[in-house]
């Protein structure tokens, strides 16, 4: 069984301020996709990013970077310079290659204060 | 211009009634599917198609059928609605790559449509 743990509920920061959330995850796969979206307060889910286990490479785009480490399981996601904007739930999700369904995380409720 | 669209966005009624939610993809998406977020924003699969076949039925009441006349289009419908039954239901879609150095086929990135606020009173 697949399973995704976002421990950080809620995090508030001040604008500006560099933020990471953590994405924690099992699977017995040996070939999966990760990935991390956005569903900001209009309720919509936005695609951010997406990883496969071939590929341990971190992410930079823009002002989001992902930091992906298959020893410890990770796949963590961190806003630089955080603005107003990035308020929303981030989710973390996982799947197989087969990708016949997203296991999904908690999530976690950002709030940048201005 | 929309890729995935769900109607109606948002859904009133009374327990006991029927109702339907069509999703539509333009993206040319071999696989479709339905998630359901409930009040404390956890989203869990429902329902996972591809070209018109069910793949996945994650274990949901008989009451939810989803349908779909062709590979752009999965529709859910809803019997006898239940106080249970609020949350907001999201549709997806992904496209299926045959992937000849991991071997077999692979489907990539779903895409969400914009979701659709149940409310049962």
């Known amino acids: 069984a697949q399973k995704v743990t976002q421990a950080q509920t809620e995090i508030s920061v001040v604008e500006k301020e560099d933020v990471t959330l953590d994405c924690v995850y099992e699977?017995?796969?040996?070939?999966?996709?990760l990935f991390w979206y956005k569903q900001p307060p209009s309720g919509e889910l936005v695609f951010l990013i997406r990883?496969?286990?071939?590929?341990?490479q971190n992410e930079i785009s823009g002002r989001y970077s992902w930091n992906f480490q298959k020893s410890t399981s990770s796949f963590n996601f961190t806003i630089t310079a955080s603005q107003v904007v990035d308020s929303a739930v981030y989710f973390c999700?996982?799947?197989?290659?087969?990708?016949?369904?997203?296991?999904f995380g908690t999530g976690t409720r950002l709030t940048i204060i201005p | 211009d929309t890729a995935v669209s769900q109607t109606p966005k948002y859904l009133v009624t009374q327990m006991g009634n029927d109702k339907s939610i069509k999703c539509e993809q333009n993206?040319?998406?071999?696989?479709m599917y339905w998630y359901k977020q409930d009040s404390k924003k956890f989203l869990k699969i429902m329902f996972s198609?591809?070209?018109?076949?069910?793949?996945i039925n994650e274990t949901v009441p008989n009451r939810f059928s989803p349908k779909s006349p062709d590979k752009a289009h999965l529709n859910l419908h809803i019997n006898s609605l239940e106080l249970g039954d609020s949350a907001v239901y999201f549709c997806?879609?992904?496209?299926?790559?045959?992937?000849?150095?991991?071997?077999?086929?692979?489907?990539?990135?779903?895409?969400f449509g914009p979701g659709t606020r149940l409310l049962v009173l």
């Open positions: 198609y591809n070209n018109k076949e069910l793949i």
């Open positions: 999700a996982l799947t197989n290659f087969g990708n016949e369904k997203l296991t």
């Open positions: 993206l040319g998406h071999d696989t």
């Open positions: 699977t017995r796969d040996t070939t999966y996709y």
């Open positions: 990883r496969n286990s071939f590929d341990e």
């Open positions: 997806a879609s992904s496209q299926v790559r045959t992937d000849p150095i991991a071997s077999g086929t692979r489907r990539e990135t779903q895409y």
